[in-house]
């Protein structure tokens, strides 16, 4: 079963949760080939409704304890660009997209993202653009 992990972490990111839970992002998630999608959504407001069909399943949490299970099962992480979700990504060796929120002030999240993309270690994009190479 290929699976996408998606976390916000301990924050907010309802535009995230919002975009990748989407119909058609659904619909382009399992046309890549994953048929599991686990949602860590934090503080969020935007709470999708989970379901399971023969093809495709969406999980929803809020927190746990640790992500490390998640992480580990998962063939591809989408994360806010916290400092301490992009690392236990790619300790664990997997491919990361980092989503930077828009909305926060002083945004360090940018500065973080684009140093490791520069490094080779990730793509990066906001819910408004597309990904960056």
Known sequence: MK???VTVGT??????IACVSAPDSLQKIESLGYNRLILQIGRGTVV???FSTESFTL???R???SLREDIQKADLVISHAGAGSCLEALEKGKPLVVVINEKLMNNHQL????QLHKEGHLFYCTCSSSLRH
């Open 3 to 5: 699976c996408v992990f």
């Open 11 to 16: 924050t907010s990111f309802d535009d995230l």
């Open 48 to 50: 999708p409704e989970p």
């Open 59 to 61: 999980d929803v949490y």
């Open 63 to 65: 927190y746990k304890d």
């Open 111 to 114: 500065e973080l993202a684009k």
